[in-house]
C-alpha cells in the first residue's frame, strides 16, 4: 500500500516535528510505504524552515511553498496534484487528528469503500462556545442544502479514482468538507477521539467555513 499523506498547514511550528514522528511511527508500524506532503500556506513563522529540515532527514517528505495565504482548498488541491499514492489521507498540522486510526481507514478502503471520513466520536474536548457554534454551523448548512458528514472535518482517505474525480472541479475556494460526499464514490466512516490543539489557534474559523459553504451551495444548485 503507498500512501501519500497531505498536510495543508499556516503557522504550524511547534508541532510539525511532532506530527511528522508520529505519521513515521504508525506508517512504519503498518508496513506502509508513504510520502508525507507538507503544504506551506504562507506561513509567516519557521514552518518552511521545518519542512526543509525534515525533508533533508527524510526523503519520504516533500514540501511546497505558497509565497502568501490562499488558504486551505488550494493547499489541499496542490498536495493532491504532487501525490503519487495509490489513496492519499488528508489531515490538519495541529495533531488533533488520531493517526492511529490510519490502520482502519486501510482496511474501509480494502473493503471496498473509495472515500473513508475521519470522524470525532464527541465534542466533549470543545468549549461551550465551540460546541454551540458547530451545532448551528451543522443546521444551517442543512438549510441551505449542503450536505456534511456530521463531526467530520478535513481527515479522511480518498482513493486515487476518486481524488481524480475532485480534481474536475477547478474553483480555487470550494468547501471541499461538502463537496466530497457529491461526487459519489463508495465511502465509509472511521470514528475516533480528537485531542486538544497542540499549540496555537484555528486557521479557518467558523465565519471563512460559512463563506466558503455559501459558493459551494450556490454551485450545487
Known amino acids: 500500500m503507498d500512501i501519500s499523506v497531505v498536510v495543508p498547514l499556516y503557522n504550524e511550528e511547534e508541532s510539525l516535528p511532532e506530527l511528522y514522528a508520529w505519521i513515521e511511527r504508525v506508517m512504519k508500524a503498518n508496513g506502509f510505504s508513504y510520502e508525507v506532503i507538507f503544504v506551506n500556506d504562507g506561513s509567516t ?88 457554534t458547530a451545532i448551528a454551523f451543522y443546521k444551517l448548512m442543512r438549510m441551505m442544502g449542503v ?11 480518498m482513493s486515487k479514482r476518486a481524488v481524480e474525480e475532485l480534481e474536475q472541479y477547478k474553483e480555487v475556494n470550494l468547501f471541499l468538507r461538502g463537496l466530497v460526499p457529491l461526487i459519489g464514490f463508495e465511502s465509509s466512516v472511521v470514528e475516533y477521539d480528537r485531542g486538544k490543539r497542540y499549540a496555537g489557534e484555528s486557521k479557518y474559523p467558523l465565519k471563512k467555513m460559512i463563506f466558503f459553504a455559501i459558493d459551494l451551495s450556490l454551485i450545487h444548485i
Not at 55 to 81: M, Q, W
Not at 147 to 157: G, I, M, Q, S
Request: proline content about 1%; overall charge negative.
Open 147 to 157: 450536505e456534511l458528514v456530521y463531526n467530520h472535518a478535513d481527515y479522511r482517505l
Open 45 to 132: 513563522d519557521r514552518s518552511w524552515q521545518i519542512i526543509e529540515e525534515l525533508s533533508r532527514k527524510s526523503d519520504t517528505v516533500h514540501g511546497i511553498k505558497f509565497r502568501r495565504n490562499y488558504g486551505k482548498s488550494p493547499a489541499l488541491y496542490c498536495g493532491f496534484e504532487k501525490a503519487q499514492g495509490d489513496v492519499v489521507i488528508t489531515m490538519d498540522a495541529d495533531l488533533q487528528d488520531d493517526i492511529d486510526v490510519i490502520d482502519k481507514f486501510v482496511d474501509e478502503y480494502y473493503n471496498g469503500s473509495q472515500i473513508v471520513y475521519g470522524v470525532r466520536k464527541s465534542r466533549k474536548t470543545d468549549t461551550f462556545f465551540k460546541r454551540t
